[in-house]
Structures are given as structure tokens and as C-alpha cells.
């Protein structure tokens, strides 16, 4: 296909054949504001609903303006991006858009990260100066991930984008009309009566305050400010690499020991890593693959291969809803966050001689669905949860700035011990391919009784969608798949269904694109995926200055089992780092 050459204001610019007006000006550094545009960078999907009329321009010889997102560019096209009457036509969309909206831009979740904020300041709105009949009032649907308002969606059509051909989950359609039209689940269900998986991705995406999580922090100071309460807080992997966004740092800046620290003014009792847990999950799930993957060499048909990687929550309920016939396939290993919970209320409980129901957990993730799976009825005992709650990095951030604390300024610390004591394995937990990496680290030398010639699988990194590799084990070539990205799991299962006929023994799944990086609950990243691969670095340079990379060498996890434990996949592990998944038939 041949390339295309256009004029916008006065700028000669050739794009592909292919390509839109809104490509073409991106190309030459215009700006065309855009708010239900999206361009999903790294998954190959644009939302082109053209459906908010913002990003409209003036093309030569057309009556009408056009919507630079959705017009794609014709040879000799001359386009005006900036004549008053493109001006007069924008602000007039935002002032219908903003006449039926919510004024509730105070007390709003989005305030700040508003797009449709940012735009009407850009176009000058000032007031109220269209008045007209008000969307009809639709109730607040609360779930224990996110909240939606359906009050301020403007049918820009990203989240059912995102969902439906991202994610492939199918929980959101466009329903109704006219003042009445709204994305919504079928039969305006609450979300947690349909198949939506909780990943949050429809959150990420939204421009608006339509669609935010369901924040817990005045939970957590309330927790805080309870002196009969031990409170302690965890930090997943993916968090210190994004945190530093959040004060003016370049994305992939390193923020570890500046968290730390800032955790503990906040007045946690202690601050730990979930990147010990990871090694902790490395040992049972490790373990439960190998000793899977034996039986399987030895003939026993009944061995369910592959085993997927049961670290994601909203990988889990993916598969408990949309592949019911693969429910045995999961590792039954606990996520990092619900073993360090277990874990932390029962081993360390019991070594500070505190009651189980007087310490409080709270995780610090960088994944709306830990919201929900901390609140699943398997992960508590006597109704006492194993992780109490739940901040995404977004609300770190907030209660950071709340506080008054300048990270910047503060002195760098280290996490406290026995539960904040890590390797580089535990790290990598944060990025696509990272845990399977994790896990061959230690499988290889527990099978093989010899030490790694190198530690850095490279052909199981990367950002392709599905990955397949084969990393040679002595006597056995061990099979891996990796997806990240609900869309991308689904061809890979779906193929695991058909009969697996690569021989696939292990799969890495992560619902999120870049994995925990890219998680709901992180800084925005708006599509840009530079950002998400400027995070994915910064993980595996943490990784590679680590002392130790391997979970098996992690002196706290030796004497967690040498004294508490016993050995992995133990009737004591078993009891406290495993589970059980059910189907989920939901609309």
C-alpha cells in the first residue's frame, strides 16, 4: 500500500495508506484535542467511535467538519485544524457535553485526571451557558474493585472498547437513547452479577469520573488511628516503579526505599514487600509444577497439564466464569498478596503474640481486582480476612500528598524483617513473564540439583501478547506459554481447550497489558506505552542488583519452612498458601 501526502495548516505530511487526520497531525506535532479517541499502543486497538465530536476539523471542498479520528486521509487532502469556526464548533460540544454533567467536580474521584475537565479549561468554558433537560439519574453501582457513575459518562465508549475488544470479557454494552443512552452491563445489572473479571482496565481507560475504584483510604486511616490495632502494610513489586509519576518523576524511576519510608510516617507498624510472598509463592506453586509435570513424564493421564499461574485475580475469575471446563488447571497457590495475608496473620501474629482480628493488613497494589479478591469468602477465617484492604498506587499517592509528606525529602530506608526480605525473583513478579521466569529459576535447580548456567531467561520476556518458549531442564524440555492481556489468554486457552497442540506444560497469565505495570490501580498512562515499558526496565534493573535471584536462596523463606511450614506443598502450606477456584456462571 502506497503512502499518502496531506496539507494541515499549511504542513505537507505523508502517513500510510490507512492512516486518519488525527494521525497525520500527531505526526507533524498538532495537537487535535480528542476525548473518546484512544489508542491502545502495543494491543492494536483504536477506539473510533467519533462519538463526542471534539476533535472535529475543516477539510477543503466538505460542508460538513469532520471528525479527525475516524476521517482517514485521501491523497491531496488539505485539512484546517485551528479557524474559528472548528474553535466555536468544539466549545460548543463541551458546553452540551458539560450541560449534562454532574457539578460535582470537588468532591469527584477524577478531579485533577479529569479529561473532560482539562479540555473544557482548554476551550474556556467558564459556566453553565446551556441549559437543557438533565441526564436521567442512574444509581451508583458499588463493587468491592470500583464504582460506577453513570451520571457523568459521556458514551465516549472506551470502557465497552477496552472490555469487549481488549479484554474480550463482554460485560459492557451501550444501552438506550437520548438523554437515557449509557454504557452499562446487560439488563443494568451490578457489575458483580456479570462476567466482568474486576481487572479495572475499563477504569484505566475512562475519562471521566464515570468509572473509578472503590477507594479505601480513610479504611486504612481509621485503622491507623485505632491504638488496640497492629497495623501492617505490604508493597507489591510493580508499585515502586510507577510510585515516583506521581511526584513529577520520570516513568521507571526506582522509588523503593522513598516509599518505605514514606509508609512509615504515614504510622504503619511495619512495612513489608510483597515481593516476599512471590518467593513464597515461587516455592508451593514451583513445587506443585513439578511434582504436575512428573506425573505427567511417568504416564498418569489423569494429570491436568498445562498448570496456569494463579497469581492474577482477575486472570482467576476469568477463567471461573468463561472456561468452566478448565477449572482444575490452575495452580491451587495463593496469590503473593493472600499467602503474605495468611501468613502474616498467623506466623507473624503469632511471633508479636497479637490476636488475629487486632492486626490489620493493608496492600498497597498496583491491581483493582486485589480489591475483590481480598474480599472473597475462601481468603478469610471466621469472617476475619486474611488481607483486610486494599490501595491501589493512585490512592498511596493520594494519602502521601494528603499528609504533607515530600518523598523527595525524606531519607531512603529498608523494609522490615522477616517479611521484607526478597530476591530479584520476587521482583520480576511485576511484569509479563516474570513469574513463570521466577518459577523456572527454581524449578530448574530443584530438579536438576545443579546451579543455573545464567539467571536471565530473556526469551520469556518481551511485550508480544502470547509468547511461546522452551527452556531445556536436563531430561525434560519444559513447554511455557505467556499472555498478557485478557484478549491474548483467551486464543491461548482456547487452544489449551482444542487440545494443546504445542505441548504447552506451563502458562503465565496476567490480565493487564504489561502485566502488574500496567495495572488499573497505577498512574495513568493514557495508551502511551512507553510508559509501561519504561516501568517493565526499571523492574528488571531492580532484579539484576539484587544479591540474591533466585526464591529459593531467600534466608527468611528457609527459615519460614525450617520452622513454621515444613516443606512446601506441606499439609501446613497446603492449609495456609493454598485454594480451590468454582465455576461462575454470571450474564
Request: glycine share 8%; with cysteine; proline share 2%.
Given at each position: 500500500m502506497s503512502d499518502i501526502n496531506i496539507i494541515i495548516d499549511g504542513k505537507e505530511v505523508t502517513v500510510p495508506a490507512g492512516s486518519t487526520?488525527?494521525?497525520?497531525?500527531?505526526?507533524?506535532?498538532?495537537?487535535?484535542?480528542?476525548?473518546?479517541?484512544?489508542?491502545?499502543?502495543?494491543?492494536?486497538?483504536?477506539?473510533?467511535?467519533?462519538?463526542?465530536?471534539?476533535?472535529?476539523?475543516?477539510?477543503?471542498?466538505?460542508?460538513?467538519?469532520?471528525?479527525?479520528?475516524?476521517?482517514?486521509?485521501?491523497?491531496?487532502?488539505?485539512?484546517?485544524?485551528?479557524?474559528?469556526?472548528?474553535?466555536?464548533?468544539?466549545?460548543?460540544?463541551?458546553?452540551?457535553?458539560?450541560s449534562d454533567h454532574p457539578k460535582?467536580?470537588?468532591?469527584?474521584?477524577?478531579?485533577?485526571?479529569?479529561?473532560?475537565?482539562?479540555?473544557?479549561?482548554?476551550?474556556?468554558?467558564?459556566?453553565?451557558s446551556i441549559s437543557g433537560k438533565a441526564m436521567s439519574t442512574y444509581k451508583k453501582d458499588y463493587s468491592p474493585s470500583l464504582i460506577r457513575d453513570m451520571d457523568k459518562c459521556v458514551m465516549c465508549r472506551r470502557c465497552e472498547t477496552m472490555c469487549n475488544n481488549v479484554q474480550t470479557v463482554g460485560a459492557l454494552s451501550a444501552i438506550n437513547r437520548g438523554f437515557d443512552a449509557v454504557v452499562s452491563a446487560a439488563f443494568e445489572l451490578p457489575m458483580e452479577e456479570t462476567v466482568c473479571t474486576h481487572c479495572g482496565q475499563c477504569v484505566a481507560v475512562c475519562p471521566t469520573g464515570a468509572l473509578t475504584e472503590n477507594n479505601q483510604t480513610w479504611k486504612v486511616v481509621e485503622a491507623l488511628a485505632d491504638p488496640s490495632k497492629t497495623v501492617v502494610v505490604q508493597t507489591a513489586p510493580a508499585v515502586r516503579v510507577a510510585l515516583g509519576e506521581e511526584f513529577g518523576h520520570e516513568p521507571g524511576t526506582i522509588f523503593t526505599n522513598q516509599m518505605v519510608t514514606a509508609l512509615r510516617q504515614i504510622g504503619f507498624n511495619y512495612v513489608f514487600d510483597t515481593d516476599f510472598a512471590a518467593d513464597l509463592t515461587i516455592m508451593e506453586e514451583g513445587t506443585e509444577l513439578l511434582g504436575r509435570l512428573q506425573n505427567y513424564l511417568d504416564g498418569k493421564t489423569e494429570e491436568t497439564l498445562p498448570i496456569l499461574t494463579s497469581c492474577c485475580p482477575a486472570w482467576v475469575n476469568f477463567v471461573e466464569s468463561q472456561f468452566p471446563e478448565l477449572i482444575d488447571i490452575p495452580s491451587s497457590a495463593k496469590s503473593p498478596m493472600q499467602m503474605f495475608g495468611s501468613i502474616a496473620k498467623s506466623y507473624f501474629a503469632e511471633k508479636l503474640e497479637v490476636k488475629r482480628e487486632d492486626l490489620v493488613v493493608v496492600s498497597i497494589m498496583p491491581c483493582l481486582a486485589k480489591k475483590f479478591e481480598a474480599s472473597r469468602e475462601e481468603f478469610s477465617v471466621d469472617g476475619n480476612p486474611d488481607v483486610d484492604l486494599v490501595l491501589s498506587t493512585r490512592e498511596l499517592a493520594d494519602l502521601i500528598k494528603k499528609m504533607n509528606i515530600d518523598p523527595d525529602e525524606l531519607e531512603e530506608s529498608d523494609f522490615d524483617r522477616p517479611l521484607g526480605m526478597s530476591t530479584g525473583a520476587g521482583v520480576i513478579f511485576g511484569?509479563?513473564?516474570?513469574?513463570?521466569?521466577?518459577?523456572?529459576?527454581?524449578?530448574?535447580?530443584?530438579?536438576?540439583?545443579k546451579t543455573l548456567p545464567r539467571v536471565d531467561f530473556e526469551e520469556l520476556r518481551g511485550f508480544d501478547g502470547v509468547r511461546v518458549a522452551s527452556v531445556a531442564m536436563d531430561d525434560v524440555t519444559l513447554n511455557i506459554g505467556i499472555a498478557h492481556g485478557l484478549g491474548n489468554a483467551r486464543a491461548l486457552l482456547e487452544e489449551v481447550r482444542d487440545g494443546n497442540p504445542r505441548n504447552i506444560h506451563a502458562i503465565e497469565v496476567m490480565a493487564c497489558p504489561g502485566g502488574c505495570i500496567g495495572g488499573a490501580g497505577q498512574p495513568y498512562h493514557h495508551g502511551d506505552a512507553s510508559i509501561v515499558r519504561a516501568r517493565q526496565n526499571a523492574i528488571y534493573e531492580i532484579d539484576k542488583n539484587m544479591p540474591l535471584r533466585k526464591s529459593h536462596e531467600n534466608p527468611a523463606i528457609i527459615e519460614l519452612y525450617e520452622t513454621y511450614l515444613g516443606k512446601p506443598m506441606s499439609e501446613k502450606a497446603h492449609h495456609l498458601l493454598h485454594t480451590a477456584y468454582s465455576v461462575k456462571e454470571k450474564v
Open positions: 487526520v488525527l494521525d497525520g497531525a500527531k505526526k507533524l506535532g498538532i495537537d487535535i484535542p480528542t476525548l473518546c479517541h484512544l489508542d491502545l499502543h502495543d494491543t492494536k486497538m483504536v477506539n473510533q467511535s467519533a462519538s463526542c465530536r471534539v476533535c472535529v476539523v475543516e477539510i477543503d471542498g466538505r460542508r460538513n467538519l469532520a471528525p479527525s479520528c475516524a476521517t482517514p486521509a485521501i491523497e491531496g487532502m488539505t485539512i484546517r485544524t485551528n479557524t474559528i469556526r472548528v474553535m466555536e464548533a468544539r466549545k460548543t460540544v463541551l458546553e452540551l457535553l458539560v460535582d467536580c470537588l468532591a469527584c474521584a477524577k478531579a485533577g485526571d479529569c479529561e473532560l475537565q482539562d479540555l473544557s479549561e482548554l476551550c474556556g468554558l467558564t459556566g453553565d511484569s509479563t513473564g516474570g513469574v513463570i521466569e521466577a518459577a523456572v529459576r527454581t524449578a530448574y535447580e530443584l530438579r536438576t540439583g
